[in-house]
């Protein structure tokens, strides 16, 4: 299974009746294993989620604390850019370089590492004191 693939099947399945705007994402474990989500929307517009929220929950959930590889897809004119929280919980569980890719459903693609998504993320060694 490729992680377009998953993306594009997770796409279809996402809660989004104030946007419309549906939107997938698959993302492959250091450990080899593969995880997804889709955007959740909800009438108290703010509780939304987006869908490498999803993903990232349910690789966190399994065990899995390290993403390989992830692959975000949505009906859009370009390809679709994650916001700028999902780029924050992406470094979380990224390396500097982790391929981050952007799809849209009629085939176009861009491929960005982690790093150029969100350039001097906040992490955890700025709260590191010693
Ligand atoms: O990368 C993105 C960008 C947007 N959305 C969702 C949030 C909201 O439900 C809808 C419109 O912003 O798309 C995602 O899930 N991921
Ligand atoms: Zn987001």
Redesign the pocket.
């Known amino acids: 299974m490729t992680l377009l693939h998953e993306a594009r099947r997770l796409r279809e399945m996402?809660y989004?009746p104030?946007?419309g705007?549906?939107?997938g994402?698959a993302l492959r474990s250091a450990d080899g294993r593969v995880f997804g989500g889709?955007?959740?929307?909800n009438a108290a517009y703010p509780e939304?989620?987006?869908?490498?929220?999803?993903a990232i929950a349910a690789m966190v959930a399994a065990g899995a604390r390290a993403i390989a590889e992830i692959v975000?897809v949505?009906d859009s004119p370009t390809p679709?850019?994650?916001?700028g929280g999902?780029r924050q919980k992406i470094a979380e569980f990224a390396t500097a370089e982790t391929r981050v890719t952007?799809a849209t459903l009629a085939g176009q693609e861009i491929t960005m590492t982690a790093k150029e998504l969100l350039p001097g993320a906040f992490g955890a060694s700025h709260m590191d004191k010693s």
Request: glycine residues 8%.
């Open positions: 996402a989004a104030y946007s705007f549906q939107v994402a889709c955007n959740v929307e939304g989620t987006c869908a490498e929220a999803g975000v949505a679709v850019a994650p916001c999902c952007m």
